[in-house]
């Protein structure tokens, strides 16, 4: 019989700066990603981060999706 693959469930998550004055910051972006990710309650193993920019009146927002597993226990 032949070896069964492994699987998981990937999970994600999207966030993005608050609308207006700094909604175009990159490194406030990441750093809202980052603490979001060590608060998780059982730790996350990230997968994958996808950045995405929308042009507003206000200029670039930015948002992240952030694909994930929970580690096994």
Not at 16 to 29: C, D, F, M, R, T
Request: charge should be negative.
């Amino acid at each position: 019989m032949p070896p069964q693959p492994q699987s998981w469930t990937i999970r994600h998550f999207s966030q993005a700066n608050p609308e207006g004055p700094g909604q175009g910051s990159v490194p406030a972006l990441l750093r809202r990603i980052a603490d979001s990710i060590e608060q998780w309650p059982a730790g996350i193993e990230v997968q994958d981060v996808v950045l995405h920019s929308e042009v507003t009146a206000d200029g670039d927002w930015w948002s992240a999706t952030v694909y994930f597993h929970e580690p096994s226990l």
